[in-house]
């Protein structure tokens, strides 16, 4: 018979008593937001700035530090290849934050993934590529590494104090703040990182190049580093199109571009086209996706076949022409239509002291020099030491030598050992420290030649001793020790330059895009949402009404034609410049493109504003809501070479109050906050060449007063208009009158 099953109950949960209270339950307590901003996000941004992202002056960030002093500790700088996997379980004694994202450092220093300039780990095995998005990199049990020999001069006497060392995160063991590099690693690689609120981007200069340019700077504060170091160097080679003022704004302000051209050939016999370097910031993916797109939307004609012939070799991409094209002509095209040319913006944020500060080239080594001669008075104090202990040592066993059938007669007739080294002390006047050395020495040591060559010894310590304590009261040694470290670095690692230098670079003739981009009326619309749509009028006259997202509206129509260039300002304060033909022609009855993915444009960046123009004739002017006015003209826009994106379109040192572009001057309405209005013909602005100029003050306002809205004067209807003009500005305007105001009650200012 079976047995009954009881279902089994869980023990009901202690209950709270009627009378418990738990404190603060249930309560909402406030905090002002900068309370929890810093409480809660600075410390975080901080642990981002400087534990993380932004490089040292070392060359390096902690995740790059720490990796390559585990496999120094390992052995890897001499001995063989390890694989990774055991490299990446060792190295997370002291970077806990994953196998993958060791390993992808490990991979990105790699000589095989031809990231750096100077590599610094020895790879064997698929290490991908760094121009290829899809050449991935082999699990880490796949491949092996070791430290390159130039590794050599990141630890040189790292264990003679030369930097500090700290606990690791456990407090198991220690590792160095900083490397105590041989020369500038800073300057010798590229190094991208974002941080909260900042970012660094540093280009890579070639070493022997950047060697000679930090000596030449230490014997000459002066130096023209245009002269040594005549521009950038990267690892993938491209051609560098040299800009004078662009560099020279770089070495001395950290901020700026380089631009990068593809290295190409045209094999006649088979009529095609091979692209054997690229620029850094683009892959070879991107490059034959937007050619294809190219071809695809018909402005590129030329091209009847593409294809990757990437090998063991190194990067080929290979363009079949059809008959009859001119390959320069296609190539100048590609050039400005593809990233086959590309700028590499330069932000050199490095942290000094556990300070971010962008620095140009010049204070960069300057800084550099500073840490190294610490580094070397540091090594030259631990030498000097040890010296001094080994000479006290030396003077001790001296004052033995001179009778040791002295010091023999106190040892066998001392009882007790523990009394040895005291009566040694008190026979001889040393101190303890000495006369446990001299307790220590092995009987068949106590001979003539022993005694002899500890003599000597003696002299050798004292010349030592004399030359280190020189090097340190003068700062010029220390300097020339750098200098010849500089030197047998650059003789021992440096190579030829990879990239390069165009100094007379061909521009891209204009007629090349007005050759293949058709020309035609059309009618442009952007909306206040950020949507473009370009309508042909054949198209304009059979479509009904626009169709809009809902809540959106058109913020600008004009008639315009194909060819003409369109600049759409942002929220950023940048632009970004293309033609009416880069837009696909469309219909009324859908919502065209958004400009912000259209152009690329940068997370949380929208556009603002839309200029057409033909001839980049006319101007732009910014309006501030403290009164100012920028009035810039509009060819401040036209680049020799087209660049796709400009910085700094308009000053951010203000609120944007209102944009306009004016072909021509004009009379405009300015209307405040406080209901007053002026009249200004914008020649009363004076002209700004610089784009974020902070403008000149046009109206006076009052605390708290604003510019509400800018209009031509023509489409005002004002009954005086001469109330409210002035000869000299700024001026403070007149307040609106009635009959003025009536007759603006329809119009929307």
């Known amino acids: 018979m079976a047995k009954k099953q009881t279902k089994k109950s869980a023990p009901a949960r202690p209950q709270l008593g009627d009378n418990v209270e738990i404190p603060g339950a249930g309560v909402v307590v406030r905090s002002p937001i900068t309370e929890t901003l810093e409480q809660n996000y600075m410390p975080y941004a901080m642990s981002v700035i400087v534990s993380r992202a932004l490089p040292e002056i070392d060359g390096f960030k902690p995740a790059h530090r720490k990796l390559l002093y585990t496999m120094y500790e390992m052995g890897l700088l001499k001995g063989v290849r390890t694989k990774s996997a055991n490299i990446v379980g ?112 540093i280009c890579s200069f070639n070493l022997s190049e950047l060697c000679d340019t930090t000596i030449a700077l230490m014997k000459d504060e002066s130096h023209d580093l245009l002269t040594t170091l005549p521009a950038p160097d990267f690892v993938g080679g491209g051609e560098i199109l040299y800009n004078e003022d662009e560099l020279r704004k770089i070495y001395e302000t950290g901020r700026g571009s380089v631009r990068v051209r593809a290295i190409w050939n045209y094999e006649k016999d088979g009529n095609m086209i091979e692209i054997t370097r690229i620029p850094p910031t683009t892959t070879v993916e991107a490059v034959m996706d937007k050619i294809a797109e190219l071809v695809k939307g018909g402005k590129v004609k030329e091209i009847s076949d593409m294809r990757d012939e990437t090998d063991l070799n190194g990067l080929k991409l290979t363009i079949d022409l059809k008959r009859g094209q001119d390959p320069d002509k296609l190539m100048q095209k590609l050039f400005r239509l593809t990233p086959l040319e590309d700028s590499f913006a330069c932000n050199f944020n490095v942290l000094v002291s556990g300070q971010p500060r962008v620095m140009g080239v010049r204070e960069i080594l300057t800084e550099w020099v500073a840490f190294r001669a610490e580094c070397v008075r540091r090594r030259t104090w631990f030498d000097l030491k040890g010296k001094e202990k080994r000479m006290h040592l030396l003077k001790g066993l001296e004052a033995i030598l001179l009778d040791i059938d002295k010091a023999i007669s106190i040892v066998r007739e001392t009882e007790e050992e523990e009394e040895v080294v005291p009566n040694l002390m008190i026979g001889f006047g040393i101190d303890q420290v000495q006369a446990e050395y001299v307790a220590e020495i092995k009987l068949r040591h106590l001979n003539r030649e022993y005694i002899l060559k500890r003599t000597k010894e003696i002299e050798e310590l004292a010349a030592e001793i004399e030359r280190l304590g ?280």
């Open 90 to 201: 060792s190295t997370m004694h002291l970077n806990p934050h994953g196998d993958a994202a060791i390993y992808d450092t490990m991979v990105r220093m790699g000589r095989g993934n031809e990231s750096l300039l100077v590599p610094f780990v020895d790879s064997k095995g698929n290490f991908g590529k760094a121009y290829s998005r899809d050449m991935a990199c082999a699990a880490s049990r796949y491949t092996e590494a070791k430290l390159e020999p130039v590794c050599e001069e990141l630890f040189r006497d790292i264990d003679k104090d030369t930097v500090e060392f700290v606990p690791n995160y456990d407090g198991t063991t220690t590792e160095p703040i900083l490397l105590p590099v041989t020369f500038p690693t800073i300057l010798a690689n590229n190094t991208l990182g974002i941080a909260v609120g900042m970012a660094s981007n």
């Open 470 to 749: 020189d090097i340190l009261k003068s700062p010029a040694k220390i300097r020339r020790i750098i200098m010849d470290e500089l030197s047998a670095v650059s003789k021992k690692y440096g190579q030829p330059r990879r990239c390069p230098i165009l100094y007379d670079a061909p521009e891209a003739e204009e007629a090349v895009e007005e050759d293949t981009m058709p020309d035609y009326p059309v009618t442009v619309f952007f909306t206040r949402e950020g949507y473009f749509k370009k309508i042909t009028p054949q198209s304009l006259r059979m479509s009904g009404e626009q169709k809009l997202k809902e809540g959106d509206e058109i913020s600008w129509q004009c008639e315009t034609h194909n060819t003409a260039w369109l600049l759409f300002f942002t929220n950023r304060h940048q632009v970004y410049k293309c033609r009416a033909g880069d837009f696909a022609d469309t219909k009324a009855s859908v919502l065209g493109d958004f400009v912000a993915v259209k152009l690329g444009m940068e997370e949380g960046e929208t556009p603002i504003f839309l200029a057409v123009t033909d001839d980049y004739k006319g101007h732009m002017l910014f309006f501030f809501a403290n009164g100012k006015c920028a009035r810039v003209p509009l060819s401040s826009y036209a680049t020799k070479q087209n660049r796709k994106k400009l910085l700094n379109a308009y000053s951010d040192k203000a609120p944007l109050a209102a944009m306009l572009q004016l072909p021509e001057s004009e009379e405009l309405a300015v209307r405040t906050s406080a209901g007053r209005l002026l009249l200004v013909h914008s020649t009363q602005i004076s002209e700004k060449t610089t784009r974020d100029s902070a403008g000149v003050s046009v109206i006076t306002l009052k605390k708290n007063q604003t510019i509400e809205s800018v209009k031509p004067a023509s489409s005002m209807e004002l009954a005086n208009p001469h109330r409210y003009r002035v000869r000299t500005l700024p001026a403070a305007g007149a307040l609106l009158r009635e009959e003025d105001l009536a007759e603006q009650l329809q119009l929307t200012f």
